[in-house]
């Protein structure tokens, strides 16, 4: 194996214990369809599509070609005041799919960017509707909105914010959707619908007019699959629409496919004012994340300035990058002349069984799924969260990647699987687990 690294120590990794991994790492050399080989030659499974951004597989030459040509015909274009026509294409694909009326994208380079850049717009709409008493911001205990300050402020998973105790002030979280007595469910959980009531209580106890925006992942996936009950999504949209508050679904999982759809939305028929995206949207290819927002907002936000004013004043050097906007359109070219959305929907209901299955496991207290994603909990050893990683390393060197949050195992296949390739998977798995029953 060509393994080059003769350092480890230089490298902070991120959400990672260094000393540990450094003492036994887990290097990727080479990856190419949904197979990964490490540095000491062995062939790994990719079970969560790298990070939930790879459907289409690794070692697309069609997202390569495409990037490697943009770098040499244009490898850089300001994004201030100037602009290259690769970002108004992909914009367009990417409304293309989107629900009406959200037509509107701005560019970011992660789903946490994406997520700050939420926040903003949220705000750059009320003001400029001289609505300037919405400060408060709702999100939801177990929910992940990345790792921005922003983001963190939002996010309801405690290690993520309990050394940054100063973080955005005025935001509240209603409860997660986890119920006990829904173990096992699979989809949609019939009751639990009166959990979207915790927004309403909101607007009771600060006031309606004060809350600028509720931002929810449709299914709240680093947190181990949280599908939301029957009416649940629903119910938010109309607390929102009667309070003048706007809908943000986090769509940085969900988005591109992995429910079935190209979006949460669709498949829950539930249209929120701003989606944000990121990891699939150029298949993990290029960091790249976007933001969608409803015709409404934009124009709001653009007609309320002065002609030749800028209207928003927030953007990144790297915003709209032509390799990554040439990775994103090849990417959903790649989506939409290759079908792969229905290809990864042709697999749910055999990746859902295959999961599903693991419930006979002692170990196993909880399986939950819905499309091409599925999580299941793991009976915690001596101390909550210690044994779901010590089972991610072992599932590696037995050849299969997952990832796992504390005890959860979030399992997320490329769309190119085949139904024999889940299989695998889920044998490994369970081969693996039975090694800790
Ligand atoms: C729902 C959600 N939002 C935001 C993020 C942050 O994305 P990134 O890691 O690209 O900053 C993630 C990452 O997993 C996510 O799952």
Request: proline share 5%; with cysteine.
């Amino acid at each position: 194996m060509d393994f080059t690294a003769n350092s480890l120590e230089e490298h902070w990794m991120p959400f990672t214990p260094n000393r540990e991994f450094k003492e036994e790492p887990r290097l990727v050399e080479k990856s190419s369809g949904i197979r990964l080989v490490d540095h000491r030659g062995g062939t790994v499974l990719d079970g969560s599509s790298g990070l939930f951004c790879v459907p289409a597989g690794h070692g697309r030459r069609e997202i390569a070609d495409a990037v490697h040509a943009q770098l040499l015909k244009n490898d850089y274009t300001a994004p201030f005041n100037l602009g290259h026509s690769g970002s108004f294409q992909l914009a367009r694909m990417v409304s293309a799919i989107a629900p009406e009326p959200i037509n509107h994208v701005f560019f970011t380079n992660s789903g946490s960017e994406s997520i700050d850049t939420a926040l903003k717009i949220c705000m750059a709409y009320h003001g400029a509707r001289g609505d300037h008493r919405r400060q408060r911001f709702v999100s939801r205990e177990r929910a992940y909105h990345g790792v921005n300050m922003g983001g963190v402020s939002l996010s309801g998973m405690v290690k993520n914010r309990d050394i940054f105790s100063v973080c955005m002030p005025y935001i509240v979280n209603m409860r997660h959707t986890w119920r006990p007595e829904d173990r096992f469910t699979r989809g949609q959980a019939e009751n639990g619908e009166d959990l979207a009531n915790d927004l309403q209580r909101f607007c009771d106890t600060y006031g309606g007019y004060t809350i600028a925006a509720c931002f929810v992942e449709p299914v709240a996936g680093s947190t181990g699959v949280l599908v939301p009950p029957k009416g649940y999504l629903e119910r938010l949209r109309e607390i929102c629409d009667a309070n003048g508050i706007l809908l943000v679904f986090d769509e940085v999982i969900t988005g591109f496919g992995r429910l079935g759809p190209p979006f949460a939305a669709e498949a829950f028929g539930v249209t929120p004012d701003i989606m944000t995206m990121a990891k699939a949207l150029t298949n993990g290819c290029q960091p790249m994340g976007a933001v969608a927002v409803k015709d409404e907002i934009y124009d709001t936000v653009v007609d309320a300035s002065p002609d030749g004013a800028i209207e928003f004043f927030h953007g990144y050097t790297y915003s709209a990058h032509p390799a990554a906007c040439a990775a994103g359109i090849a990417t959903q070219t790649l989506y939409r002349d290759g079908g792969l959305f229905e290809q990864g929907a042709a697999l749910i209901d055999h990746f859902q069984d295959a999961v599903y299955a693991l419930e006979d496991m002692d170990i196993v207290t909880d399986v939950r799924g819905y499309g091409l994603i599925a999580g299941f909990d793991l009976k915690p050893g001596a101390k909550p969260g210690a044994l779901g990683p010590q089972v991610q390393k072992r599932l590696f060197w037995n050849g299969l990647h997952v990832k796992f949050t504390g005890d959860a195992g979030i399992v997320a296949p490329p769309f190119i699987s085949t139904e024999d390739d889940i299989d695998e998977m889920i044998d490994i798995l369970r081969r693996t687990l039975l090694e800790y029953s």
